[in-house]
């Protein structure tokens, strides 16, 4: 099932290039997941789709509590990305459609997002998250992108990097792009590793050959940041492949239970968080 709602179009910008429009397509009955993300060029009707897929069986029949079933597209993560339950509570459970907004309610929380054009051409996700105040969650939106080995992640240049070298909660500082010997903007060839890292940025863009696509995350008083997931080839053990994952978040940790003071977004006295994801694609001749 594919979302009429969730199907827009819109121009972008990014560092230069030529803009392209992007549409982006979701499956409200299958936890919301992004389905597609496709830039078109200017004129020429060339373009790209963003998203990578594998097969995943099981990904149609899950329900909460499943053992992640990892598709590929974008995933929304909330209330925590790694940790109980893995990837969150919202992609297991069948979305809502009404009108030009979708929704999921968990346990203790209800996220509602709307797909819009934007200003200067952007395309733009705005999102509400509903819940007791205190709340504190993770939101990530987890996109694994097909790019080539030729792919390169940019981000700020001295960000401060979290680098998580494992599935676990454990991590080392660092700073952008490279920590402890590892290029983290260089996306390849293949080398049997995998790790994750949390920027302290709110803003990254992807350039594969003459394609860029850049995300910007805006959220008003919560921590902002944008994680990477760099699978070459090294997870899972028993049957790995590559996977790309570029996620702009709320918070600062992947897992929500090793969250400390700052790391997570928190709901205010008014009972909701409100943010945005802008996305603009531009193609460099």
Not at 104 to 122: C, K, S
Not at 169 to 175: D, E, I, K, M, Y
Not at 250 to 272: H, I, M, N, Q
């Amino acid at each position: 099932m594919v979302s009429e709602p969730g199907d827009a179009t819109a121009g972008g910008a990014a560092g230069g290039g030529r803009p392209s429009r992007l549409r982006i397509s979701t499956d409200p009955a299958h936890g919301g997941r992004w389905t597609s993300l496709r830039s078109v060029g200017a004129g020429d009707g060339v373009g790209r789709e963003w998203l990578w897929h594998r097969d995943e069986p099981r990904r149609a029949g899950v329900r909460p509590g499943d053992a992640f079933a990892d598709a590929g597209g974008l995933e929304e993560c909330v209330p925590t990305v790694r940790g109980t339950p893995d990837h969150g509570d919202a992609w297991a459970r069948p979305w809502r459609r009404d009108g030009d907004k979708e929704s999921v309610g968990g346990p203790g929380f209800r996220l509602v997002r709307r797909i819009h054009d934007g200003p200067d051409g952007g395309l733009v996700v705005d999102y509400r998250l509903t819940a007791e105040p205190g709340y504190r969650f993770l939101w990530a939106g987890h996109a694994l992108l097909d790019v080539s080995e030729r792919g390169r992640v940019i981000l700020r240049d001295g960000a401060a990097v979290r680098l998580y070298p494992d599935g676990g909660s454990r991590w080392t500082p660092g700073v952008w792009p490279e920590v402890d010997g590892v290029p983290l903007d260089r996306l390849g060839p293949d080398d049997g590793t995998a790790l994750g890292a949390v920027v302290d940025t709110a803003e990254v863009s992807v350039r594969d050959g003459a394609d860029v696509l850049s995300l910007a995350v805006e959220a008003g008083g919560q921590p902002v940041s944008v994680a990477l997931w760099r699978n070459l080839g090294g997870f899972p053990e028993d049957a790995p492949y590559r996977s790309i994952g570029v996620e702009p978040m709320l918070g600062r940790v992947f897992d929500l239970a090793a969250a400390g003071a700052g790391d997570a977004a928190c709901v205010p006295a008014s009972g909701e968080v409100r943010w945005r994801l802008v996305l603009t694609a531009t193609h460099h001749s």
